[in-house]
């Protein structure tokens, strides 16, 4: 697993899956998709980068520092997210209700709270991934 | 009504629908199992867009192909691939 092809091939591809898992999260509102499948493609990218490289470099990427900050800021988020339609005297997670301006259909920014929420949302579906994977590889040693 | 090509081809996915299942039934290697239920994953996402549904479609392709298919891998390295 740990020749030279694999790993050049791997330098030229992991960056668009990334990329592209983080398009799906911010498009979720408007196009198939949203932020777990994101989240999945963005968490995958890390887990194959830590696969072909060695789990240390992955670990050296992620360190488990940030990724117990990412997950739990990113439920918080969430949270926060939802405490805008209380503070506004509507229901939880309340999007039009809470008088936020909802733009064009159709368009990117159509969404009012959404893309916000999917962010946090993905950014806590990736540290999981990569919190499993690291736990899983972990208990072999 | 006459059968179209659409049909053919939904038929062709559910055929290998099925035989990739049984075959993740039959199979000993369990390494194997796995990656057959890759190609179970990549068949059923290609169903589900013919269900006008792309948001599963995508949600199966990432969740069923990468992350099951990985982690699975990955517990093999931990417990015996026979059955």
Do not use: C
């Not at chain 1, 398009?23 to 509102?29: E, M, R």
């Not at chain 1, 893309?115 to 972990?138: H, K, Q, W």
């Amino acid at each position: 697993m740990r020749d030279f092809i694999l790993k050049r091939a791997a330098a030229l591809i992991l960056p668009f899956i990334f990329v592209y898992g983080i398009y799906v999260i911010l498009h979720g509102a408007v196009s198939p998709g949203g932020s777990f499948a994101g989240g999945i493609i963005v968490g995958l990218s890390f887990v194959a980068f830590a696969t072909i490289y060695g789990i240390e470099k992955g670990k050296a990427k992620l360190p488990e520092q940030v990724l117990v900050w990412t997950e739990s800021y990113g439920t918080l988020w969430y949270g926060l997210m939802g405490m805008v339609g209380l503070g506004r005297g509507v229901p939880f997670l309340a999007n039009k209700l809470a008088g936020v301006d909802l733009g064009t259909p159709g368009t990117l920014a159509s969404g009012g709270l959404i893309p916000l929420i999917g962010l946090g949302v993905g950014i806590r579906v990736a540290s999981t991934i990569v919190t499993l994977f690291f736990t899983m590889m972990e208990e072999e040693s | 009504m006459p059968y179209t090509a659409l049909d053919y081809w939904n038929l062709v996915l559910l055929l290998i629908l099925v035989a990739t299942a049984l075959a993740m039934y039959f199979i000993k290697d369990l390494l194997h199992a796995v990656i057959v239920f890759g190609a179970y994953s990549v068949t059923m996402a290609l169903v589900w867009l013919q269900m006008n549904s792309p948001d599963l479609a995508i949600t199966e392709a990432a969740a069923g192909i990468g992350m099951t298919v990985l982690m699975m891998a990955v517990i093999f390295r931990t417990t015996r691939r026979e059955e």
